[in-house]
């Protein structure tokens, strides 16, 4: 069993950062994939960035790309994801999500556990 808690969330203004954070519980975090999705209001949860259970193998999707860093510190149990450029169409709530294994899955169903999420707002 993993338990994930993100946090981070918040308010902000376009073109600001946040940075999320999500915690893990369970002595198997350095063997899991780990992803962020988020899921705006009135539309589907979509694939944020994921990252091997090494950091070695970073993807993103179109939208965020050259904005969001996904980043993990297995020593911490912990994975980020700093978003820069903030637009208003960031808006959503964000879950990051895991699944032991080895290859990143930019697909929901692919991952096994999921944390409560955490509220990204921006301001236009």
């Known amino acids: 069993q993993v338990q994930l808690v993100e946090s981070g969330g918040g308010l902000v203004q376009a073109g600001g950062s946040l940075r999320l954070s999500c915690a893990a519980s369970?002595?198997?975090?350095?063997?899991?994939?780990m992803g962020w999705f988020r899921q705006a209001p009135g539309k589907e949860r979509e694939f944020v960035a994921g990252?091997?259970?090494?950091?070695?193998?970073?993807i993103y999707a179109d939208s965020v790309k050259g904005r969001f860093i996904i980043s993990r510190d297995n020593a911490k149990n912990t994975v980020y994801l700093q978003m820069n450029s903030l637009k208003a169409e960031d808006t959503a709530d964000y879950y990051c999500?895991?699944?032991?294994?080895?290859?990143?899955?930019?697909?929901?169903?692919?991952?096994?556990?999921w944390g409560q999420g955490t509220q990204v707002t921006v301001s236009s």
């Open positions: 999500a895991a699944r032991p294994g080895t290859v990143v899955n930019t697909l929901s169903s692919f991952y096994d556990y």
């Open positions: 369970g002595r198997t975090f350095s063997s899991t994939v």
């Open positions: 990252i091997s259970r090494g950091g070695g193998t970073v």
